[in-house]
């Protein structure tokens, strides 16, 4: 899963989020995917959280005047992000026009994420580093400075980056909406890919409460939210009974995908999630 900025190899799935995308939304407007970087651009760890494991603050490096030092500088992540002087301008333009795809700076990005995501599988949580992230990624620290406040965010990028985005409803039927959706949520409960990183976020409550509570906040919240939509919707329209518990049949549904997938390995019968679904609509639709 490794990739590398400026020898950046996108080896990552079209997202293990069709493939993360980069998208600068806020995440109630895109809940299930990439965490956006924090907008301070330009600004290292916030006075309040400090350089030490303070809450938000990164765990590793010595803060000087200009904030934290990777050994390279500011000019480090110039070069990172393309964009340092005149002459990375002309480079970042031949770059351009000799590599397709996305810009420098989104390479970097999802490199950085990617190589959180590899580091977290093998180190665990609290051994995930600024300096072996950024060494994974090929960028210099003061890239991860840059786009997230503390370790705890970027950490809580590479979660939601775990996760696919949910297809939007269309609208005309909720039971129709209801299954593209956990779908989406019974296939990321059974990738392989991320097991060990969900185990230790599973696990993680008593260890990391911030962590695990800010987690939950910013991307299951939110993905929680469109399935609540789609079932309110289903009791304007008449489609389910005016005295459904929305919630519970929320976590009744979703429940029963993830829980499928956290407790048998073999992969889903074909139509279980059409199963799961009409189980649950045959006790609170319109008779």
Same mark, same amino acid.
Request: negative net charge; aromatic residues 4%.
């Given at each position: 899963?490794?990739?590398?900025?400026?020898?950046?190899?996108?080896?990552?799935?079209?997202?293990?989020?069709?493939?993360?995308?980069?998208?600068?939304?806020?995440?109630?407007?895109?809940?299930?995917?990439?965490?956006?970087?924090?907008? %301070?651009?330009? /600004? @290292?760890?916030?006075?309040?959280?400090?350089?030490? +494991?303070? !809450? #938000?603050?990164? =765990?590793?490096?010595? *803060?000087?005047?200009?904030?934290?030092?990777?050994?390279?500088?500011?000019?480090?992540?110039?070069?990172?992000?393309?964009?340092?002087?005149?002459?990375?301008?002309?480079?970042?333009?031949?770059?351009?026009?000799?590599?397709?795809?996305?810009?420098?700076?989104?390479?970097?990005?999802?490199?950085?994420?990617?190589?959180?995501?590899?580091?977290?599988?093998?180190?665990?949580?609290?051994?995930?580093?600024?300096?072996?992230? %950024?060494?994974? /990624? @090929?960028?210099?620290?003061?890239?991860?400075?840059? +786009?997230? !406040? #503390?370790?705890? =965010?970027?950490?809580? *990028?590479?979660?939601?980056?775990?996760?696919?985005?949910?297809?939007?409803?269309?609208?005309?039927?909720?039971?129709?909406?209801?299954?593209?959706?956990?779908?989406?949520?019974?296939?990321?409960?059974?990738?392989?890919?991320?097991?060990?990183?969900?185990?230790?976020?599973?696990?993680?409550?008593?260890?990391?409460?911030?962590?695990?509570?800010?987690?939950?906040?910013?991307?299951?919240?939110?993905?929680?939210?469109?399935?609540?939509?789609?079932?309110?919707?289903?009791?304007?329209?008449?489609?389910? +009974?005016?005295?459904?518990?929305? =919630?519970?049949?929320?976590?009744?549904?979703?429940?029963?995908?993830?829980?499928?997938?956290?407790?048998?390995?073999?992969?889903?019968?074909?139509?279980?999630?059409?199963?799961?679904?009409?189980?649950?609509?045959?006790?609170?639709?319109?008779?």
């Amino acid at each position: 899963m490794r990739t590398h900025d400026g020898r950046v190899i996108a080896d990552v799935t079209a997202e293990a989020l069709a493939g993360h995308p980069a998208t600068d939304v806020p995440p109630e407007q895109a809940p299930n995917v990439r965490v956006a970087p924090s907008p %301070a651009s330009g /600004a @290292g760890p916030s006075a309040g959280a400090g350089v030490g +494991r303070g !809450p #938000g603050g990164w =765990d590793c490096d010595v *803060a000087t005047a200009d904030g934290p030092s990777d050994g390279r500088g500011a000019d480090a992540d110039a070069h990172d992000t393309g964009a340092h002087d005149g002459r990375a301008h002309d480079g970042q333009a031949h770059e351009a026009a000799r590599r397709p795809g996305r810009p420098r700076s989104e390479r970097a990005e999802q490199a950085i994420i990617d190589a959180t995501i590899e580091a977290i599988g093998e180190c665990g949580i609290d051994g995930v580093r600024c300096e072996d992230v %950024a060494a994974r /990624a @090929g960028v210099g620290k003061a890239t991860l400075y840059r +786009r997230w !406040p #503390g370790k705890e =965010d970027l950490l809580i *990028a590479a979660f939601a980056a775990m996760r696919r985005p949910l297809p939007a409803p269309r609208g005309e039927s909720a039971r129709e909406d209801l299954i593209r959706m956990l779908t989406v949520v019974a296939e990321d409960a059974e990738d392989p890919r991320y097991a060990q990183q969900y185990a230790l976020l599973h696990g993680a409550g008593e260890r990391f409460p911030r962590l695990v509570a800010r987690y939950k906040e910013r991307v299951i919240e939110p993905r929680r939210e469109l399935i609540r939509a789609v079932l309110r919707r289903g009791i304007e329209d008449g489609e389910l +009974r005016a005295d459904t518990d929305v =919630d519970i049949a929320m976590l009744l549904l979703t429940g029963a995908v993830m829980a499928r997938g956290k407790h048998d390995p073999a992969p889903a019968a074909p139509g279980f999630v059409d199963r799961a679904v009409d189980e649950l609509l045959r006790g609170i639709s319109v008779r």
